[in-house]
């Protein structure tokens, strides 16, 4: 049987949605204020969902605090108070890195996650950047 387990997890950080190349009035008019050249930040939540087969000895499709010590070192440590486009080398806007928007942002977390699941259990990620507005990944 495959039964699903979620992690809920937090970190604040600071972003600019911008090309580069652009000119500031064509990013206020793509981006609106989230392209302030000053960064503007976001209080994100995130689930991480792994989805397997039930390990009969254990009864977990995976350990929870094994989970829990993942998303810290890969996720939070990586970006909490960090300002997305200077500290986090994927959006790092001098090496024309990605630009730091809630569907980039989820596809990083999921690459950063995927080496550390078991290969044969599915995962899925939920970022939220608002209570309202939220993206999710599963890798396809």
């Known amino acids: 049987m495959k039964v699903t387990v979620n992690r809920k997890a937090h970190f604040n950080a600071a972003h600019r949605l911008f090309r580069p190349e ?3 009035e064509k ?3 793509v981006f609106g204020k ?3 050249p000053h960064y503007h930040g976001h209080n994100y939540d995130v689930t991480v969902s792994v ?3 039930v390990d009969q000895k254990t009864g977990f ?3 929870m605090k094994e989970l829990k010590d993942i998303i810290k070192t ?3 440590d990586v970006f909490d108070h960090k300002n997305l486009n200077e500290e986090v080398p994927e959006f790092n806007s001098s090496a024309s890195g990605l630009n730091p928007t809630s569907e980039n ?3 990083v977390i999921w690459k950063k996650l995927r080496p550390h699941i078991n290969k044969s259990h599915d995962l899925a990620v939920t970022l939220y950047e608002t209570p309202r507005n939220f993206v ?3 890798g396809g």
């Open 61 to 63: 499709v995976m350990d």
């Open 105 to 107: 942002i989820v596809v």
């Open 51 to 53: 989805t397997g087969q």
């Open 34 to 36: 989230c392209s302030n």
């Open 136 to 138: 999710s990944f599963n």
């Open 22 to 24: 652009w000119s500031d």
């Open 74 to 76: 890969e996720i939070e």
């Open 27 to 29: 990013n206020l008019e």
